[in-house]
């Protein structure tokens, strides 16, 4: 158990739709990550935010957002969903999310199904 | 910008034979690098990390990384594989801004008994 808690583990839903993924750090991290794992583009950085602020964007489309809350947790908004958005979503976290050294964390991830 | 090349996506061992798991990374500063392990259904969980210190790593479950900067590779080893050890692997590389992870294509290891 890496400590980085992720809901729902499994949404299911339909083209055209809007759904939220939570992530809750580990206890003292400052900064989450969002990656999508998906079968043909991989593992693939999406957000990241340091203490509310955003600090590094990825390939993330503009469909989707993201932010950090002030108790750090983070939410990752996708709408306009289409097929090709069904992945494995994780969300990760570190220390300080500035240092090269810091290690990420990553929770168990929201596997979204669109159909 | 920094890329992870991991050479096969598929490799089979016997139980108690050595693993080797290949990477390469390309990266235009000095690099971090990580492999990770995901069992099925699970997230990703840190074997080792290469923070510029020793260059040959020592991670949990026996395995070991060595970091060869001629060869711009960081290969995972494992000297006798147990059943255990199936899943998949993934080695990354930092970047630059805000430490986001680029990770490499994965490899799944199968153990055969």
């Known amino acids: ?115 | 910008a920094q890329s992870v090349t991991q050479l096969g996506s598929h490799v089979s061992v016997s139980e108690g034979a050595l693993v080797l798991l290949r990477c390469n990374y390309s990266s235009s500063v000095p690099p971090y690098l990580f492999w990770y392990v995901q069992y099925p259904n699970q997230g990703l969980q840190l074997l080792l990390k290469y923070t510029s210190a020793a260059t040959l790593v020592k991670g949990i479950n026996g395995f070991e990384a060595e970091f060869k900067k001629s060869e711009t590779s960081f290969h995972l080893t494992k000297p006798s594989a147990h059943m255990s050890d199936a899943a998949e692997y993934f080695c990354a590389v930092k970047g630059n801004a805000g430490n986001m992870l680029t990770f490499g294509g994965g490899t799944r290891l199968m153990v055969k008994p």
């Open chain 1, 1 to 115: 158990d890496s400590g980085v808690t992720q809901t729902p583990k499994h949404l299911i839903t339909a083209t055209g739709q809007r759904v939220t993924l939570r992530c809750s750090p580990r206890s003292g991290d400052l900064s989450v990550y969002w990656y999508q794992q998906s079968l043909d583009q991989g593992l693939q950085f999406l957000i990241q935010y340091y203490n509310g602020e955003e600090r590094a964007k990825g390939n993330i489309l503009e469909r989707f957002s993201a932010q950090q809350f002030p108790d750090l947790h983070s939410e990752l908004n996708l709408s306009s969903l289409e097929l090709g958005d069904s992945a494995l979503y994780f969300c990760a976290s570190s220390v300080t999310g500035t240092s090269g050294t810091d290690t990420q964390y990553f929770g168990p991830g929201t596997r979204l199904t669109v159909l």
